[in-house]
């Protein structure tokens, strides 16, 4: 059992999956650390050039649509890119190779050919401005043909990574920057470290987390703030609140019957995301969960969400659009008075 | 040797044209669904680079795809079946004419995104190097898709892996009712691969021995490990952009200097002249090809829809 950051934890399930199969390959810009370069913007590719050489661990030029482009026509014939994006804000920039080639390609030529590939993007706003801080999931979930996971722990990063290389789609992986724990050190880092045993294992797709069980609240959170309202449910505990907290891990599957037989017992559900609140994935939770099990609802369904707008510089002003667990509890405790 | 090329050549070309003219009446009929556009006129450029290739050796192609397609080896009557939108199409009817391609004989099912299928192709000869297999990747493209970013990202990637690909730019002077006049600041677009640092060769696309000789060039260098190349065929197309495109745009005189050039008639007269065959063998060609065709329509026509209950199969990989 060893005790591993995000970072080592992605890390090692790229390099299990690179040592068990010669078709996996890494391309990215900054990934190798050949010749002092970065092994990654935020070192998770960090050691890989060494054990597997430049042809697996390959430097590309600063060309998201190549980047994209040459994971996708390589996985249709028969390798398994994991592909590297600096950011996830830079996702746009490929959007579609994304949206038109990888998620059309299996369905549009009947099934003809698939495309095994990989994508992590990292998310999350810290104080970078606009432009390196957004949290993009919602927008690749109502892409059919994609699927979207966001691992928030260790444990979690290796058996959901491992499924994902192993995958026949295109999966996009969402990671939070705050939870990496690499060498940069963001302010407002949680970095948690996890145990994960040496035992080989994967972890499928579309099973939630109770990561909490509660009575009176079921809450739905994600990444970051699957901690935050991990915090917010300690917090409210004392208060009599109970808190039940769910980690829907894999957002494209989503298992929807774990957040449903939640609401059963709780009454209440509270979705909490750092995509925007407009069409944020949260909303199509809501939306299901009114759909399917309205009956059982006693409150109002309640979103707490980033506000609709990009990120702003100023931390004063990023901390106010980010849900804080202060705005959760107060949200919950609003909840539990309606 | 030449000789039988030659003719197999013809009969690849005769066999496009006389697919894509079927379309175009079965629309015109109101008989087929959709749209299609012809590469009435290109038909070199699909047989010049395609003639001999393996069917481990891929391509990629465009909203434009039956000349490739056909030259490729793809059935005509799986081609035919997808026009209709019927489950023995190549591409279940969930492609249609825009997307028809069989993987199996090498032909990536084709891309309706101008450009789009640039990077992929880069990606497919990046899996082939990989692999090491000495196949190559054969991507056809327009003069409007050399203005994509993707062209950019696609071909530099290219050519700093020295990749096996072909990059083949079909400059028809047209994307879609827009004039390279007014698209273009240079006169060639091979030019562009100056910048990359490959090859560029400016080829005339209607005369389908001359682009075969450019093609060979490419790609034994491709499967020599020497790297990519971007040839640019100069060509016409004689069809409009699109089935309903009445080329308003066009002026007579360019016009007649370009279908004068038609590049079946051009690999015609060259037959004849040196006595490769007669009139009567190219006859008897047609005939055989339009027998090929109809009998794909009549398939097609009688061929069962594909099931509303499977709508949801292939929305992601069902299994090996
Ligand atoms: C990204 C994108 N933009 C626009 C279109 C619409 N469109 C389809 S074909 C075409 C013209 C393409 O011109 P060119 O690349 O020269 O190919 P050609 O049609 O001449 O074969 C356009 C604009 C498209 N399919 N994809
Ligand atoms: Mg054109």
């Known amino acids: 059992m060893a005790q591993l950051t995000m970072v080592q934890a992605l890390n090692k399930a790229i390099a299990d999956e690179m040592e068990r199969d010669s078709s996996v390959f890494c391309l990215g810009e900054d990934i190798s650390d050949k010749d002092g370069g970065f092994g990654g913007a935020f070192a998770v590719t960090r050691g890989l050039y060494e054990k597997f050489g430049e042809e697996r661990v390959l430097n590309t030029p600063i060309s998201e649509i190549l980047i994209s482009g040459a994971a996708i026509g390589a996985a249709m014939v028969g390798s398994r890119p994991i592909a590297d994006l600096q950011y996830g804000d830079f996702i746009f920039c490929m959007m579609d190779q994304l949206c038109n080639q990888a998620a059309k390609m299996c369905y549009m030529s009947g099934g003809q050919v698939k495309v095994p590939m990989v994508l992590r993007a990292p998310v999350g706003a810290t104080q970078r401005g606009a432009q390196h801080a957004q949290s993009l999931e919602g927008f690749f979930t109502r892409v059919p043909g994609l699927k979207v996971i966001c691992p928030a722990t260790p444990y979690d990063a290796v058996g959901l990574l491992k499924t994902a290389i192993r995958d026949d789609n295109p999966v996009i992986v969402f990671e939070h920057k705050k939870l990496y724990g690499g060498k940069r050190v963001e302010a407002g880092a949680i970095a948690p470290v996890g145990e994960v045993p040496d035992k080989e294992y994967t972890i499928d797709f579309g099973k939630a987390e109770i990561k909490r069980e509660g009575t009176d609240i079921t809450i739905v959170a994600n990444l970051l703030m699957m901690y935050r309202a991990m915090e917010a449910a300690s917090h409210l505990e004392k208060e009599g609140i109970s808190c039940e907290v769910i980690d829907p891990r894999t957002l494209v599957p989503f298992d929807f019957d774990t957040v449903i037989k939640s609401v059963k017992k709780t009454g209440r559900l509270m979705i909490v995301h750092e995509d925007t609140y407009s069409n944020g994935w949260g909303a199509e939770i809501s939306a299901y969960v009114a759909e399917h099990a309205i009956y059982y609802l006693d409150a109002p369904i309640v979103r707490v969400t980033t506000y609709d707008t990009p990120i702003p510089f100023s931390p004063v002003l990023e901390d106010y659009v980010i849900p804080s667990t202060e705005r959760i509890i107060e949200s919950v405790r609003q909840l539990m008075d309606s | ?320």
């Open chain 2, 1 to 320: 040797m030449e000789a039988k090329m030659l003719l197999e050549m013809y009969e690849q070309m005769d066999l496009i044209r006389t697919y894509e003219e079927t379309l175009y009446y079965l629309f015109l009929e109101g008989i087929m669904p959709g749209s299609i556009h012809q590469s009435h006129g290109q038909e070199a450029c699909a047989v010049g680079m395609l003639y001999g290739l393996r069917k481990t050796d891929y391509m990629a192609s465009t909203h434009r795809p039956a000349g490739h397609d056909i030259a490729k080896g793809v059935s005509v009557k799986d081609m035919m079946c997808e026009m209709f939108g019927k489950e023995d199409g190549c591409c279940k009817g969930r492609g249609g004419a825009m997307h028809t391609g069989d993987i199996t004989v090498g032909a990536i099912p084709a891309n309706a995104i101008v450009g789009g299928n640039i990077p992929i192709s880069t990606g497919i000869g990046l899996s082939l190097k990989m692999q090491k297999r000495d196949d190559v990747v054969v991507c056809f493209f327009g003069d409007g898709a050399s203005n994509e970013g993707a062209f950019h990202e696609g071909l530099n990637g290219a050519a700093i892996w020295k990749l096996p690909v072909i990059f083949v730019c079909e400059n028809n002077l047209y994307g879609a009712s827009t004039s390279i006049k007014n698209t273009l600041n240079i006169e060639d677009i091979a030019l562009r691969a100056d910048s990359y640092g490959m090859p560029g060769e400016v080829v005339d696309g209607n005369d389908v021995l001359a682009v075969y000789a450019a093609a060979q060039r490419a790609i034994t260098r491709a499967r020599k490990g020497e790297g990519p190349t971007l040839l640019e065929l100069k060509t016409y197309r004689i069809a409009g952009h699109s089935r309903s495109d009445g080329c308003a745009y066009r002026d007579d005189v360019e016009e007649a200097e370009w279908f004068a050039r038609d590049p079946i008639e051009l690999l015609k007269n060259k037959i004849l002249k040196e006595k490769i065959a007669d009139e009567q063998i190219l006859a008897d060609i047609h005939e055989k090809n339009e027998q090929i065709v109809n009998e794909a329509v009549d398939y097609a026509i009688e061929a069962k829809e594909p099931s509303v209950d499977d709508v949801l199969l292939n929305v992601y990989w069902e299994g090996d």
